[in-house]
């Protein structure tokens, strides 16, 4: 597939229905409308072609530059591929595909740390999510990498940018179902945080309540591993 029957297709597949649902999540107006179950068959067909995707990115068409995030190369993402696109960024929509191809990345880590910091919103975010993604993937990091950032979250999370504070809500959940000794400390903070006001804008979306999200996470988990070791048990 080369860039010009994928931008065909993409034209193809996007719908006037689409591209109203993704304008009020703040998708600007260069876009197709294609849904994810569309976008996710033609990463299928493009593979891994890095070198598409870079022109895909290019194109500054939003359902394009999601379609990128899927067709990179994690192995040929270099720090300067990170940059580049990170300040693309434009809408929170992006910023989490963009987001899922960075945590596959060798810089996860690295540019996770370094974006939390920063004072524009999607950066932030997907620095955040990047976070959030260690904790539910990379089981090396010690328990007080994650601890010290639950600070964080309780110090800042009411005074961030607001999809930011969707991000870092976002990260105090996998941090608290990553076992159970982070639960007991992600818990007690987000007891101590309180509501986490979002504006989602025009739309049906709305800010989990941490606490509760654990716990019922957590739930399930143990409900599935008793069910697992009963069938076993009969064997």
């Known amino acids: 597939?080369?860039?010009?029957?994928?931008?065909?297709?993409?034209?193809?597949?996007?719908?006037?229905?689409?591209?109203?649902?993704?304008?009020?999540?703040?998708?600007?107006?260069?876009?197709?409308?294609?849904?994810?179950?569309?976008?996710?068959?033609?990463?299928k067909a493009a593979r891994k072609d890095h070198s598409l995707a870079l022109e895909l990115w290019a194109t500054g068409n939003h359902d394009a530059r999601v379609l990128a995030t899927m067709a990179a190369d994690p192995s040929?993402?270099?720090?300067?591929?990170?940059?580049?696109?990170?300040?693309?960024?434009?809408?929170?929509?992006?910023?989490?595909?963009?987001?899922?191809?960075?945590?596959?990345?060798?810089?996860?880590?690295?540019?996770?740390?370094?974006w939390i910091d920063s004072d524009e919103e999607w950066p932030g975010r997907a620095g955040w999510h990047l976070l959030a993604n260690l904790a539910m993937k990379n089981q090396d990091l010690p328990d007080v990498y994650f601890a010290d950032y639950l600070k964080t979250i309780e110090d800042e999370i009411h005074t961030r940018k607001n999809?930011?504070?969707?991000?870092?809500?976002?990260?105090?959940?996998?941090?608290?179902?990553?076992?159970?000794?982070?639960?007991?400390?992600?818990?007690?903070?987000?007891?101590?945080?309180?509501?986490?006001?979002v504006d989602h804008g025009e739309t049906g979306c709305k800010t989990p309540d941490a606490a509760d999200y654990i716990r019922r996470t957590l739930e399930r988990r143990r409900q599935k591993a008793a069910a697992a070791a009963e069938k076993a048990s009969r064997r």
């Open 163 to 197: 999809r930011v504070r969707d991000a870092m809500n976002n990260a105090l959940i996998a941090i608290g179902i990553r076992n159970s000794a982070l639960e007991e400390q992600a818990l007690a903070a987000a007891a101590r945080i309180g509501k986490v006001e």
């Open 1 to 43: 597939m080369d860039i010009q029957e994928a931008m065909r297709q993409l034209e193809e597949m996007g719908t006037a229905q689409n591209r109203k649902v993704y304008a009020r999540h703040g998708v600007r107006d260069n876009m197709f409308g294609v849904s994810f179950a569309n976008l996710n068959k033609l990463a």
């Open 76 to 114: 040929r993402a270099d720090e300067s591929l990170l940059e580049e696109w990170l300040a693309d960024l434009d809408s929170y929509v992006i910023t989490d595909a963009f987001s899922g191809f960075a945590g596959k990345t060798a810089l996860a880590q690295e540019k996770g740390e370094q």
